[in-house]
């Protein structure tokens, strides 16, 4: 087969426009060619950077496009959702792509896909927007009146770590056909037809509004306005090429032959290049571990691996069908054939349906997922113990090799030879008396790979339950699929009983050993997961012997049934309450009104600019940086030679680089002799593009000598006495004395984990140096931009005066991007003085989660004195928390946690103390809530272990130490509990707590394996800093001739809605509507010296700023409008400008006052306090650890608050995000100190399958506070 040495021209359309790439790069994937690809812009004058990267392995949807193709077996036009960053542009000869551009756009017309996300309040940070419309617009492409169900599934690949997602399911459900008015009616349980709206405690119904938006504003969805399929592709495919295509990159070359017999030829020519179909087992490799492959095969164009057969016995399905393919096409089999003959194709189907994300199954292969052998392969256990066969073919001719225990441990006498390829799989009809089964548990229900997952098959003797052939395989436990071979052929012949079973688990303990490690750990919950699989399955089988034959086979106790039932998959409902706005107010004021997001329509079209959208400057260099691989070590030698010989690499930064301070002296910037974990930052490499950036770095040879202690517990940091700061305590009554005199007294512990910000947009920060007087642009995604001015000053020194900070929008921050865009933005600028080019810096999601810490970990020890009516009379908790190597904001977070941990309880004797430990990790530093969710887990433990030893409800123990009247916290600051009651009343009452206290009390009597758990917990949350500097902020208003009003402050658009909120400010406080006003963005040159947008204050002290502005404009104006009081707003400010009246204000506010006194122990540290309730409800699989969240309830006091939607939204996300620490998200670290956890595929925040059935939010109507904006509070 010959092989040019010249590239094909690669034909494929991009929003239906044609593209023709000369000289395709099979390592550029669609991702980077979309937002880079300089020619497909100035062709189109469109910047496609609507397309995200936030993880680059498949995990995360932020890059999800539509690619359209033409199906050779059926002639129709496939459209498939997919990840751009797994796919190789080479990949896409004759396919359409569809980006979120071609969707629609604010510019010409919006979809309404888009349209309804913005305004069912579906973005918050709008950076997994775009990927969200991609995968609803393909669903609608499918199915234009799609199910819930399929929207649920299309949504599973897609993470959001903002808005909890129901915002954005309820605008998909929009287009579902069962969707109704009311989101709980579909279920026969609608609020308002129960009477459950009553409002009982709320006063006036109509004062409470359950609806966020308008659907019937809603433009409808026509499906005939969509893009076409591109004629000339229609051409292409009915005409199909059938030379091979060969695109040679600088060190690939993809070859696509057009025919079967051209592929084996080219496989025996080069057998060790591995096939390549939808890139999801390979592409990952490549990326992460650093596989390598010459020359890639691609069968995408030969249609024989693409056929499907159905013969009497069995179904073979072509090596290239997708898994959504494969899906289909066994359901369709299952529909058709009789339940006895699908015993393995519903097995598969049970694991197809979680298998990943819609995306992933959309572009891997059968063919790729089998021969991949990945060890945790969910279809590989059940196809093996199916007795599937694999028909292979090369140029020798075909055979079948039997997908078996062998094949799977890789076997070469098992396996395919290098010249062969797979061709189809046969997966034959389960016959009667066969059963067959399939099980996993993963850390989420659905895209998440399962810790153990298990293929099971029984064929028993006709009519008897004795055991004819046995087969029972497993993944996750080893390195491949593990066959219980040895245990299934002992049992042949043993009767379906007990004594099998006892006989089966010992046996399979035994063979199916689990060394001290297995892939992802937790070694002895997997040997758990072995028996607990094997008893369902023993289970399932009785219970279709009994229905197969009532006469000769046992009933299964009632009780035991509930081991059977897999937990349903359910489409999330529930509703918001909120108060509704005066019937007095002006319906141009938008103050307490639902008001979308003022980026909404713009993260919906892909048209709002992150960081890296900032398209690329004159001269621009990119920059990867050089991190310790060592927890604790001297730096012997820095060797750069290597790296700065390649190609493109224009220098490389090390700390001597630094004119000025290089950070800290515990928290370098740059490492000097030392570091102090693995992730440090040593230096940088500047480089003309990311990839030879990156490239480089693997090149710098760092030589270390490792340095004791390795300190990387807070146990080991308490055993070396190491820490960051000294202890703060605080103390109140005798605690001695009061556990002398208590009934009872209980000590626990109780441990924290760490949890990763996981914003979906990466830290990044564009440095642009200026001609003159040393001046600096820098664009950053940071939630304090002022730091980062400050630092990069102090690093280059330079005066601040000299550095500009812009964020325009932060894709999420949640407290990660208050400190450390500070070190990125001050290295990048230092390469920017050095190099006097540009310098764009952007994480990879491997380097971000490595490098900069996130939650601390938190090991807590409680002794608790009660007396037995539940009553707590001394309260000693000692907390310890992970700090990782440097300070940070470890104290303050200390400081907080110790403030906040009596939550809402009063009691008496109480001795609160903490310490951040030092160790060799990354360093932590703020998170959201900042301390609360660690210590509140300590208190409320020890308020568990009170009522268990009182045999009280924990409620009732609760009730019984909540504070009650007014008093003073343990810092002796005044408290008045009376909002806090008011909503753990309300909740109580929402949830209807204690009826569904009762039903929980008798399913956990009826059922053994299943256990349900129902719990309502009180919230009273700080407000703010302990500082009254921190608390002041500034505005500055503009008012332009034309009556248009510019906006600025001091805070940052996180997603939080800041923006949104402090126009609103301003609308009403110059009675004008919105349209009038803009932000444009967050400048430290024109609001200087501001404090960071956390703390959930930042806008209430901004939007007095914004007032304060405001009013001063206003009272400016007041005579002109005194004067012609009929004129309008621009008849006013005409007038004012020919007055010589300045239109331009600064807003002030000085800040709410707060101090503590450490040394005394008392303070008045928060401004105020935000309060809440929750009640959850789950059920637990005792059998598995899989657990449903069947219903949650929150009751918040927001006060007046000033947007509802933006309120209850980030009630909502932050909900989630607290559900994903105490559930599914787990930091795994090496032994050394090596982050394991990288990415979405190893460290699981929740997806949209993981939120509540029932998800009800209320928003305490009526309550006022005097301090606050218009009596507004904020959420955290
Ligand atoms: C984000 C993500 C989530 C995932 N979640 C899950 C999960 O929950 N459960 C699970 O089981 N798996 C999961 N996977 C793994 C996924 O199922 C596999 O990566 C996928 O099935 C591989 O198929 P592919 O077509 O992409 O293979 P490719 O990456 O294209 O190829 C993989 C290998 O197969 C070989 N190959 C492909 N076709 C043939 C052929 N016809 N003949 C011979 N060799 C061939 C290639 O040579 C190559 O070595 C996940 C993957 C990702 C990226
Ligand atoms: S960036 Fe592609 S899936 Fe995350
Ligand atoms: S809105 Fe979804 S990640 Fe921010």
Request: charged fraction near 25%; proline fraction near 5%.
């Amino acid at each position: 087969m010959p092989c040019p040495s010249r590239s094909d021209e690669l034909i494929f359309f991009v929003n239906g426009r044609k593209v023709l790439e000369r000289n395709a790069d099979p390592e550029v994937t669609l991702l980077t060619f979309l937002r880079k690809n300089w020619t497909l812009l100035i062709m189109s004058s469109l910047r496609l950077t609507g397309t995200k990267y936030a993880c680059g392995r498949g995990g995360c949807g932020a890059c999800t496009v539509m690619v359209s193709k033409h199906d050779p077996v059926s002639g129709k036009i496939r459209h498939s959702s997919v990840t751009a960053c797994l796919v190789p542009i080479c990949s896409l000869y004759g396919a359409a792509v569809t980006t979120v551009e071609g969707v629609g756009s604010i510019k010409t017309r919006l979809h309404p896909v888009q349209e309804r996300i913005a305004k069912s309040h579906g973005t918050q940070c709008g950076f997994c927007t775009p990927g969200m419309v991609m995968s609803m617009y393909t669903l609608l492409r499918n199915h234009p009146h799609p199910s819930e169900e399929q929207l649920m599934e299309a949504l599973g690949g897609n993470l959001c770590r903002c808005t909890g997602y129901r915002p954005i399911l309820a605008s998909g459900q929009t287009f579902c056909a069962e969707s109704s008015g009311c989101q709980q009616k579909g279920r026969g349980t609608c609020c308002l037809d129960q009477g459950e709206n009553d409002a009982s405690s709320l006063g006036r119904q109509s004062d409470i509004c359950m609806e966020l938006f308008a659907k019937e504003e809603f433009q409808p969805l026509d499906p005939t306005q969509e893009l076409i399929f591109p004629p000339e592709l229609l051409r292409m495919a009915e005409n199909p090429e059938k030379r091979t295509l060969t695109f040679h990159g600088e060190r690939v070359t993809w070859i696509s032959p057009g025919t079967l017999k051209d592929l084996l030829e080219l496989k025996v020519k080069h057998p060790e290049a591995p096939l390549i179909l939808g890139n999801t087992s390979l592409g990952p490799a490549m990326k992460s571990q650093g596989h390598f492959h010459p020359v890639l095969l691609s069968p995408a164009r030969i249609s024989e691996l693409s056929m499907v057969s159905k013969t009497s016995d069995g179904l073979t399905i072509g090596a290239s069908c997708s898994l959504a393919q494969v899906k289909d096409i066994l359901a369709e089999r299952v529909s058709e054939l009789p339940e006895e003959k699908t015993q393995t194709y519903r097995a598969l189907l049970r694991h197809l349906k979680s298998l990943a994300g819609q995306q992933i199954r959309n572009m891997a292969s059968l063919g790729g997922h089998i021969v991949s052998r990945h060890c945790s392969s969910d279809l590989n256990p059940v196809l093996a113990v199916g007795n599937t066969t694999l028909n292979v073919i090369s140029e020798e001719g075909t055979r079948k090799i039997p997908l078996n225990r062998d094949f799977l441990a890789g076997l070469a006498s098992a396996d395919l030879k290098p010249e062969e390829i797979l061709e189809s799989v046969y997966i034959p009809h389960s016959q009667k008396w066969e059963f067959v089964s399939a099980f996993r548990q993963a850390q989420c229900q659905q895209n998440a790979l399962a810790h153990v997952n298990a293929g099971m098959r029984v064929l028993l003797k006709e009519g008897t339950d004795a055991i004819e052939d046995l087969s029972i395989a497993y993944g996750g436990v080893g390195d491949a699929t593990v066959s219980a071979h040895k245990s299934c052929q002992q049992l042949l012949g043993w009767r379906w009983n007990e004594l099998m079973l006892d006989e089966a688990c010992r046996l399979l303990l035994d063979e199916v050993s689990l060394p001290g490690w297995a892939p992802g750990g937790s070694v002895e919950f997997k040997r758990t997961l072995l028996v607990s699989f094997l008893f369902k399955f023993y289970l399932e089988v009785l219970q279709e012997l009994k229905r197969l034959d009532s006469h000769h086979f046992p009933e299964i106790s009632d009780r035991f049934l509930s081991a059977l039932e897999d937990f349903p998959a359910t489409v999330p409902q529930g509703v918001q309450r909120y108060q509704n706005v005066d019937s007095h107010q002006p319906l141009q004021d938008p103050v307490g009104r639902p008001i979308m997001h003022l980026s909404g329509l713009k993260h919906a079209t892909g048209e709002a600019i992150f960081c890296d959208d900032i398209p690329t400057v004159d001269k621009e260099l990119s920059m990867a940086l050089v991190t310790s691989t060592r927890a604790h070590a001297k730096i012997i030698s820095v060797d750069l030679s290597k790296a700065l010989e390649l190609p493109g690499v224009v220098d490389v930064i090390t700390a001597e680089d630094i004119p000025g301070t290089n950070g800290a002296e515990d928290d370098k910037l740059l490492a000097v002799d030392e570091v102090l974990c693995v992730g440090q930052i040593i230096c940088a490499v500047v480089a003309e593009t990311d990839v030879q950036a990156k490239h480089a770095i693997e090149k710098i040879k760092i030589t270390y000598e490792d340095l004791e202690p390795v300190i990387l517990t807070i146990k080991d940091a308490i055993k070396h006495n190491s820490f960051l700061c000294p202890e703060k305590k605080l103390e109140q009554g005798n605690i001695e004395e009061a556990f002398e005199k208590v009934d009872q007294i209980v000590e626990g512990e109780v441990h924290v984990g760490g949890q990763e910000h996981f914003y979906m947009e990466t830290q990044r920060v564009l440095v642009i140096p200026k001609t003159e007087d040393k001046e600096l642009d820098i664009y950053v995604s940071a939630q304090d931009p002022a730091h980062v001015q400050k630092t990069v000053s102090s690093t280059l020194n330079i005066p601040i005066n000299r550095i500009t900070c812009h964020v325009k929008r932060v894709g999420g921050g949640f407290g990660g991007k208050v400190g450390r865009p500070a070190v990125f933005g001050a290295i990048a600028a230092v390469g920017a003085i050095k190099t006097g080019y540009p310098i764009r810096l952007v994480l990879d999601r491997e380097d971000d989660m490595l490098i900069t810490g996130g939650r601390h970990p938190l090991f807590g020890k409680y002794k608790v004195g009660f007396m037995n009516s539940g009553r707590i009379r001394a309260l000693d908790i000692e907390c310890f928390i992970n700090g990782g190597c440097a300070l940070d904001d470890s104290e303050q977070v200390t400081e907080f946690l110790i403030l906040k941990l009596e939550n809402a309880y009063k009691i008496r004797n109480l001795r609160f103390r903490g310490r951040a430990c030092m160790t060799n990790l990354p360093s932590n530093t703020a998170f959201r809530g900042f301390g609360f969710p660690q210590g509140t887990l300590v208190t409320e433990s020890c308020i568990t272990a009170v009522a268990a030893k009182c045999r009280l409800l924990p409620e009732k123990v609760r009730e019984k130490n909540m504070y009650k009247t007014v008093d003073k916290t343990i810092y002796k600051q005044a408290f008045n509990p009376e909002t806090l009651i008011r909503c753990w009343n309300e909740c109580l009452d929402k949830s209807s707590f204690h009826s569904r206290r009762r039903q929980v009390e008798e399913f956990n009597k009826k059922n053994y394996w299943k256990k349900k758990g129902l719990a309502v917990v009180p919230m009273k949350f700080s407000v703010g800093f302990a500082a009254t500097s921190f608390h002041q902020a500034a505005a500055l208003v503009h008012i332009y001739t034309d009556g248009s009003v510019l906006v600025t402050h001091g805070g940052n658009e996180l997603g939080q809605g800041i923006h949104t909120k402090m126009l609103q400010v301003a609308s009403r406080e110059l009675k004008i509507p919105m349209s009038y006003m803009h932000i444009c963005e967050t400048s430290t040159a024109t609001v200087p010296n501001t404090i960071a947008t956390a703390a959930s204050i930042g806008s209430d002290v901004n939007g007095r700023a914004v007032q304060n502005a405001c009013q001063i404009l206003l009272k400016r104006l007041e005579p002109i409008i005194k004067k012609n009081p009929e004129g309008t707003w621009e008849d006013w400010i005409e007038a004012a400008f020919e007055r010589r009246i300045s239109l331009s204000a600064t807003g002030y506010f000085r800040g709410y006052k707060a101090f503590m006194d450490w040394e005394k122990g008392e303070g008045d540290p928060f401004p105020y306090y935000v309060y809440g309730a929750a009640c959850s409800e789950v059920e637990i699989d005792c059998l598995t650890g899989a657990h449903r969240k069947i219903r949650t309830d929150i009751v918040m006091d927001a006060c007046c608050s000033l947007n509802p939607a933006i309120d209850i939204g980030q009630i909502e996300g932050s909900f989630i995000q607290g559900m994903g620490l105490y559930t599914t998200e787990e930091l795994k670290y090496s032994p050394e100190g090596v982050l394991y956890s990288r990415g979405p595929d190893e460290y699981k925040i929740p997806t949209i399958t993981d939120v509540p059935e029932e998800f009800n939010v209320s928003l305490l109507p009526s309550s006022q506070t005097p301090l606050t904006i218009y009596s507004s509070k904020v959420s955290p």
